[in-house]
Nanobody, 117 residues
Framework: QVRLVESGGGLVQAGGSVRLSCAAS????????MGWFRQAPGKEREFISRISPSSNTNYASFVKGRFTITRDNANDTVYLQMNSLKSEDTAIYLCATTNDRNTFAYWGQGTQVTVSS
């Protein structure tokens, strides 16, 4: 079955950077879109970014050039580089991948990112 495992979260100071990783297994990684979402306490899950198999990307407007999504198809891993972090970026960050209808259907457990001001 599809398995996604995130890593790289932790505590970072405002203005700092974090790089999240998501290792995928269970199917041909390179055929599907990958994405990052986040969920803060008391808030709904929100979309951050998406990357296609050929590395076409799109981002939520709040990213504003601070975050970059990349993928390594040889190692079945997707990354999220986050720079200029703000306290409002504090959340659980989740990796996801799509099904054959190109809908996000598989999710990791998430990794906590806490930004201290």
């Amino acid at each position: 079955q599809v398995r996604l495992v995130e890593s790289g979260g932790g505590l970072v100071q405002a203005g700092g950077s974090v790089r999240l990783s998501c290792a995928a297994s269970g199917r041909t990684f390179s055929r599907y879109d990958m994405g990052w979402f986040r969920q803060a306490p008391g808030k709904e899950r929100e979309f951050i970014s998406r990357i296609s198999p050929s590395s076409n990307t799109n981002y939520a407007s709040f990213v504003k050039g601070r975050f970059t999504i990349t993928r390594d198809n040889a190692n079945d891993t997707v990354y999220l580089q986050m720079n200029s972090l703000k306290s409002e970026d504090t959340a659980i960050y989740l990796c996801a991948t799509t099904n054959d209808r190109n809908t996000f259907a598989y999710w990791g457990q998430g990794t906590q990112v806490t930004v201290s001001s």
